[in-house]
T-cell receptor, first 114, second 112 residues
Framework: EPEVTQTPSHQVTQMGQEVILRCVPISNHLYFYWYRQILGQKVEFLVSFYNNEISEKSEIFDDQFSVERPDGSNFTLKIRSTKLEDSAMYFC????????????FGSGTRLTVV | QKEVEQNSGPLSVPEGAIASLNCTYS??????FFWYRQYSGKSPELIMS????GDKEDGRFTAQLNKASQYVSLLIRDSQPSDSATYLCAVNIIQGAQKLVFGQGTRLTINP
């Protein structure tokens, strides 16, 4: 069964450092998303991406965040200067044109900012 | 702000019994609804989707949708210890770009 692949599975970084989280969505999917889940809290929408541009972003997705699809397969989330409160699980998700098959989530990257 | 509300639990059910999970949502325009299962430290895994009013059955799982009441539920029959997880209700919001909005999840424990 096709999968959304995320790397790394766990990243520890110092406050103020830049991190890049990587995702390889399912190959024929068209819509790409980043979500985050702070420990013990709900899964929160960060950003959606379609046709090589951001289609929507949440209030959480401020100027410290950026996304890119540099080569047609990878989908990356960059956090420019990490804060302690950025510590969370980050999930990449993708879907095909409709929602009949739902959104498929990757296994996540646990980001720990120290 | 489009909201999805779930009882966070924990919900404790004996093995073999029926577990009933409930969800309400605020966006009347939503047409697609999903139940995801999330084990601790893992990613959400899609278990059911529902689009029309009524019931949809898949194995031991039945999703129920009532758009007039803005209510979605999930029934798990013959509950097994492996069903112990957090169940996330998610609603596909169509306002601008489409996205999933999640409830806070209901933690379900099946007791052997």
């Amino acid at each position: 069964e096709p999968e959304v692949t995320q790397t790394p599975s766990h990243q520890v970084t110092q406050m103020g450092q830049e991190v890049i989280l990587r995702c390889v969505p399912i190959s024929n999917h068209l819509y790409f998303y980043w979500y985050r889940q702070i420990l013990g809290q709900k899964v929160e929408f960060l950003v959606s991406f379609y046709n090589n541009e951001i289609s929507e972003k949440s209030e959480i997705f401020d100027d410290q965040f950026s996304v890119e699809r540099p080569d047609g397969s990878n989908f990356t989330l960059k956090i420019r200067s990490t804060k302690l409160e950025d510590s969370a699980m980050y999930f990449c998700a993708s879907r095909y044109h409709g929602t009949a098959q739902g959104y498929t989530f990757g296994s996540g990257t646990r980001l720990t900012v120290v | 702000q489009k909201e999805v509300e779930q009882n966070s639990g924990p919900l404790s059910v004996p093995e073999g019994a029926i577990a009933s999970l409930n969800c309400t949502y605020s966006d009347r325009g939503s047409q697609s609804f999903f139940w995801y299962r999330q084990y601790s430290g893992k990613s959400p895994e899609l278990i059911m989707s529902i689009y029309s009013n009524g019931d949809k059955e898949d194995g031991r799982f039945t999703a129920q949708l009532n758009k007039a009441s803005q209510y979605v539920s999930l029934l798990i029959r013959d509950s097994q210890p492996s069903d112990s997880a957090t169940y996330l209700c998610a609603v596909n919001i169509i306002q601008g770009a489409q996205k999933l909005v999640f409830g806070q999840g209901t933690r379900l424990t099946i007791n052997p």
